[in-house]
């Protein structure tokens, strides 16, 4: 079992930067792929980044250049650094993690933590 808790949202103008960060309970939690997802108001939540173990990082083509995903395994922590926010990344947030290999779709990941709002501004 993994539970995990987002932290790190809020407010943010155009063009800025929020890191986001994502505390996973579990002795396990080095050999999780480790996935951020978001969803935005009235649309399908889509993927955004996922890390695996070996550290090998996977990132969607709208977010690809400006948001990087880290994990500290020693402290069980996945962090996204987002810079050069836009309007369309306003979302809900969401860690994911799953045991094997990775997918891009939310429906293979195992656990999820509740969201953090991420809101860009004009």
């Known amino acids: 079992q993994v539970q995990l808790v987002e932290s790190g949202g809020g407010l943010v103008q155009a063009g800025g930067s929020l890191r986001l960060s994502c505390a996973a309970s579990g002795r396990t939690f080095s050999s999780y792929v480790m996935g951020w997802f ?51 990344d306003t979302a809900v947030y969401s860690c994911a993690a799953r045991s094997g290999t990775f997918y891009i779709t939310d429906g293979r990941y195992d656990y999820w933590g509740q969201g953090t709002q991420v809101t860009v501004s004009s």
């Open 38 to 88: 978001r969803q935005a108001p009235g649309k399908e939540r889509e993927f955004v980044a996922a890390i695996r173990s070996s550290s090998t990082t996977y990132y969607a083509a709208s977010v690809k250049g400006r948001f990087t995903i880290s994990r500290d395994n020693a402290k069980n922590m996945v962090y996204l650094q987002m810079n050069s926010l836009k309007l369309e």
